[in-house]
């Protein structure tokens, strides 16, 4: 019994140590060009200069995607934006590509307010600018942005390896013990 005891306490501690956190995206409409562009915070189409993974204050990882703006039709003024987006998989994140250009809808932040104000995600429509034209002959010329500003994506706070490396350090040292504990029985 005890020994059950204790490897059960051995699979809580190590559940403690490396917890998984889980989200799923789901996308209810898919949303007209006009809709989509009254629901939007902003929209702007350039080209990614850099991502960068962000840990947000919330100690979730998300992406920090930062633009070159060519092109605007709501809420961008300047020639430079950093957006935020997930990772991607189930958190809704848009794999943005670094040299590549898109035509984006960003909206308020929600989940990643901490690294910008602005994000975009798979539900939205935004898109790789070459499969956009639809977008843009609705959207019509748009405008340059008028102010010539240079941005820098923030480093997060560096991740606490260390924490993990003590973690497995006292997993080890628990199971030895259980190992030594074995041994001196028989």
């Not at 059950?4 to 989200?23: D, E, N, T």
């Not at 189409?45 to 960068?52: E, I, M, T, Y």
């Not at 994000?119 to 429509?125: D, G, P, T, V, Y």
């Amino acid at each position: 019994m005890k020994k059950v005891s204790l490897y059960g306490l051995l699979i809580l501690l190590l559940c403690s140590l490396f917890p998984l956190s889980a989200s799923a995206c789901s996308c209810l409409e898919n949303a007209g060009v006009e809709e989509a562009l009254e629901r939007a915070e902003a929209v702007f189409s350039g080209k990614v200069l850099d991502v960068k993974e962000q840990k947000g204050a919330d100690g979730y990882l998300a992406k920090a995607v930062h633009f070159s703006v060519d092109r605007a039709w709501k809420g961008v003024d300047q020639t430079e934006v950093i957006i935020a987006t997930g990772l991607g998989g189930g958190d809704c994140g848009i794999d943005f590509v670094v040299g590549e250009e898109y035509l984006v809808y960003a909206n308020q932040s929600s989940w990643h307010a901490d690294i910008s104000p602005l994000e975009a995600i798979i539900c939205s429509r935004t898109a790789h600018l070459d499969a956009a034209e639809e977008d843009l002959r609705q959207l019509g010329e748009g405008t340059q942005p008028l102010h010539d500003v240079e941005l820098v994506i923030e480093q997060s706070s560096p991740v606490n390896w260390w924490a993990g490396a003590i973690g497995g350090m006292g997993v080890l040292v628990v199971i030895g013990l259980l190992w030594k504990r074995k041994r001196s029985k028989k």
